[in-house]
């Protein structure tokens, strides 16, 4: 009895599936990352990340687009003003900003302005203009859109933050694929990759997959070393030292 | 090759960290001097953020110092017993220094005061030299210099607390030597120097004790004096290298041996005249960091959120 009921529900599952499945084909995205885990080794120079993807309504038709985003992890992050102190640069105003991710990079099939409506790049935060980041603690008086500006100036010179225009390939089809270069400094943790369909400009749908950059080997065990063994760590880097300094000492020892 | 510095967390080409290793060590050598008032600001000049370049200088100055002491302990030029005086001051300002670093990170002043730190005592320090050397330069070409005393008392030998010093021929009150070990404690942990730039002459000028002495028994203090200062800033901070650090010394223990051979062919006051022309021209270049308008005001602060 047991069994049968199964059953019946299993086949009413199927059923429905496969009765769904015409409907979403007409905006069916798939997509994925070249790598889902990005090791920082010791010769790590930065990588470089494939997102590929196939949309089955096909790219090639007039004002079919698409969006790539690749967002880190989100931390508090200070930007600092100087000023001239007494004829000396020193810092004196500073903005916190929370909810603002590492690192940021946008890839599009074309101009974002030409691809996507400003309601939809504004809700998702699509491109570093459009991205607003949370206002935490601020010194008073503080410019807080030149504050913003130049949080995002900085990431971008320092390539943690990308706007890439054109980026995204068509190969043919519905099959694309985008490059993204990040840095050697891209800090170690959980990302997203967001893909957006676009028709006419408006957003039809999203597929998200997801990697992660984490030190590996050698470079792993010394971070954890010196975070939870910081008495452990120090004593190693003295003796090393030390060691490196008699071994200096003896080799060259005049006879 | 590139080499990612796990504490550091960026990636810096090998021969560039051997060679910088290797041109300080040659001008430590030379000069013989630790060479870590060199070595930081270079180090943040790369792009090292300043915590990692100050704490990871630290190291390998110990690692550097130590090997020159041993040179000095074979000619019995170390004063265990005056360096155990300095150290007992050099630990309380070293960990002074420790906590006032950390308090200026969380200020977001530590990259000003570690170049005001910097601009101040290489200025004075090279100043001196310079016309200390001068000098010395012309006494040398003119006639023998007239033998002098051992060396000129002073009030400060004659504080309380009195304590011989065979070694160093001396004998003295222990308050300047802990007071001179305290404030060059504090200096290593700020800036990352071992401090013999300004303990040597301290101890001659000051103490009165022989160029020699002083040399090997500074670098004792200095080996020792670093170990702590390392030890605090890998408990307290997590910004010691260990990776950049081993770097530093392989580069830098090689370029001191040729610094030696190279410093044998000049004269003392030769040497000090282009020491003190060096730390002259540090001192400028990170001045003019502090003066000239930065290409953007705005900058992001490390490590912020963890």
């Not at chain 1, 985003?69 to 003003?81: D, H, L, N, S």
């Not at chain 1, 997959?209 to 590996?216: G, I, L």
Request: with cysteine; proline share 4%; hydrophobic share 50%.
């Amino acid at each position: 009895m047991k069994a049968r009921r199964t059953l019946v529900w299993g086949l009413a599952g199927l059923a429905l599936i496969a009765a769904a499945g015409p409907a979403r084909a007409v905006t069916d995205l798939a997509s994925d990352v070249s790598s889902r885990l990005i090791e920082i080794t010791s010769n790590f120079s930065g990588a470089s990340l494939l997102i590929f993807g196939y949309a089955r309504s096909g790219l090639e038709r007039e004002g079919t687009d698409l969006v790539i985003v690749i967002r880190g992890p989100a931390a508090e992050t200070t930007v600092r003003r100087k000023e001239r102190v007494a004829g000396i640069w020193v810092n004196r105003s500073e903005v916190t900003f929370s909810g603002v991710p590492d690192v940021y990079a946008m890839a599009s099939t074309r101009a974002l302005d030409d691809a996507t409506r400003a309601f939809f790049r504004q809700v998702h935060g699509l491109g570093t203009e459009n991205l607003r980041p949370e206002v935490g603690a601020a010194t008073e008086g503080a410019d807080l859109e030149a504050f913003r500006a130049a949080l995002i100036r900085r990431k971008m010179e320092a390539d943690l933050f990308q706007d890439r225009p054109g980026a995204v390939q068509v190969v043919k089809d519905g099959l694309f694929r985008a490059e993204i270069d990040l840095p050697a400094t891209v800090p170690v943790g959980q990302y997203a990759v967001d893909v957006y369909l676009f028709a006419n400009g408006a957003l039809v749908t999203r597929e998200t997959s997801y990697f992660a950059v984490d030190k590996s080997g050698i470079e792993r065990s010394l971070f954890n070393l010196a975070h939870e063994q910081p008495l452990l760590y120090g004593l190693s880097a003295i003796t090393l030292a030390l060691i490196l300094g008699w071994l200096a000492s003896a080799l060259f020892r005049r006879p | 090759m590139q080499l990612y510095l796990p504490i550091a967390e960026l990636s810096v080409h090998i021969l560039l960290l051997l060679s910088l290793g290797g041109g300080v060590g040659f001008l430590s050598g030379l000069f013989g001097v630790g060479g870590g008032f060199l070595m930081t600001p270079l180090l943040i000049f790369i792009g090292i953020p300043p915590a990692v370049a100050v704490a990871t200088a630290t190291t390998q100055t110990m690692g550097s110092s130590f090997s020159a002491m041993l040179g000095h302990m074979r000619r019995k030029n170390v004063d265990f017993r005056m360096g155990a005086v300095l150290l007992a001051g050099g630990v309380a300002g070293s960990a002074a220094g420790v906590e006032l670093f950390r308090l200026l990170r969380e200020l977001g002043q530590v990259d000003l005061a570690i170049s005001l730190a910097y601009v101040g005592f290489l200025g004075t320090i090279g100043g001196m030299m310079l016309v200390e050397s001068l000098r010395a330069l012309n006494r040398a070409r003119r006639t023998e210099a007239a033998r002098r005393k051992l060396h000129r008392h002073t009030w400060v030998h004659g504080l309380p607390l009195k304590m011989r010093f065979p070694r160093s021929k001396l004998y003295t009150s222990i308050f300047p030597p802990l007071a001179i070990g305290a404030s060059v404690g504090l200096l290593a942990a700020i800036m990352g120097v071992g401090g013999g730039f300004i303990i040597v002459p301290a101890m001659i000028y000051i103490l009165g004790m022989p160029t020699t002495a002083a040399i090997g028994t500074s670098l004792f203090q200095i080996v020792v004096l670093m170990g702590f200062t390392t030890m605090m800033h890998a408990y307290q901070n997590q910004t010691v290298d260990v990776v950049l650090a081993v770097i530093l010394l392989l580069g830098g223990v090689i370029g001191a041996q040729y610094g030696l051979r190279a410093g044998a062919k000049l004269k003392s006051e030769q040497l000090r005249v282009l020491l003190a022309l060096l730390v002259l021209a540090v001192c400028l270049r990170l001045a003019y960091d502090l003066v000239a308008t930065p290409d953007d005001l705005y900058s992001i602060a490390p490590w912020s959120g963890s």
